[in-house]
């Protein structure tokens, strides 16, 4: 069974960078592509960035493409998303999401991902 922990949101001034992680359960993480999704209130999930399984191919939604970076460390079952030049409209609750079906390429739907997180607060300050 896969379970998804998010920790590192909060409250942070606009111009400021947090680092989200998502640790995950489960013997064949490094097989996973991994993706992070946002929802603000009243909108719905949009894709913010994913990376794949083996070679780490990284893909990103392109209002955070220079500003936001997906990691991910195998050995610790954890991806990362590295948010810089934070923006009050970043506010969402963000979620990170596996696909363990050897998808050759990372998905950017919210149907590419089998599991979710509970998620976790980013909430931008102007």
């Known amino acids: 069974q896969v379970q998804l922990v998010e920790s590192g949101g909060g409250l942070v001034q606009a111009g400021g960078s947090l680092r989200l992680s998502c640790a995950a359960s489960?013997?064949?993480?490094?097989?996973?592509?991994m993706g992070w999704f946002r929802q603000a209130p009243g909108k719905e999930r949009a894709f913010v960035a994913a990376?794949?399984?083996?070679?780490?191919?990284?893909y990103y939604a392109d209002s955070m493409k220079g500003r936001f970076t997906i990691s991910r460390d195998n050995a610790k079952s954890t991806v990362y998303l590295q948010m810089n030049s934070l923006k009050p409209e970043d506010t969402a609750v963000y979620y990170c999401?596996?696909?363990?079906?050897?998808?050759?390429?990372?998905?950017?739907?919210?149907?590419?991902?089998?599991?979710w997180g509970q998620g976790t607060q980013v909430t931008v300050s102007s």
């Open positions: 999401a596996a696909d363990p079906s050897l998808r050759l390429r990372a998905g950017t739907w919210r149907s590419d991902y089998d599991y």
């Open positions: 489960g013997r064949t993480f490094s097989n996973w592509n």
């Open positions: 990376i794949g399984w083996g070679r780490s191919n990284t």
